[in-house]
């Protein structure tokens, strides 16, 4: 058994940011072929320039929750 995992391909890494795109749909994910990164865009208020960068998918979900609930906390106290 290798500890070494094989690198993901472009399609694969695509398919896989339209998958946690499809799960959060309060969020764009997109994945960058050059970076090599999952890079995530708020498809809701959030305060300008927000966005969350990881180079592995599963390193995003709890981010996204987080960055959701902060915003509706921010909202809550403004209101």
Do not use: N
Request: glycine share 2%.
């Amino acid at each position: 058994m290798s500890l070494v995992s094989t690198p993901i391909t472009e399609v694969e890494a695509r398919q896989m940011a339209r998958r946690l795109e499809a799960e959060h749909p309060l969020w764009l994910v997109v994945f960058g072929a050059y970076t090599r990164q999952f890079v995530c865009f708020p498809k809701f208020d959030a305060p300008s320039g927000t966005m969350l960068v990881a180079e592995y998918p599963h390193a995003l979900p709890d981010r996204m929750r987080r960055a959701e609930e902060s915003a509706h906390q921010s909202r809550r106290l403004v209101a």
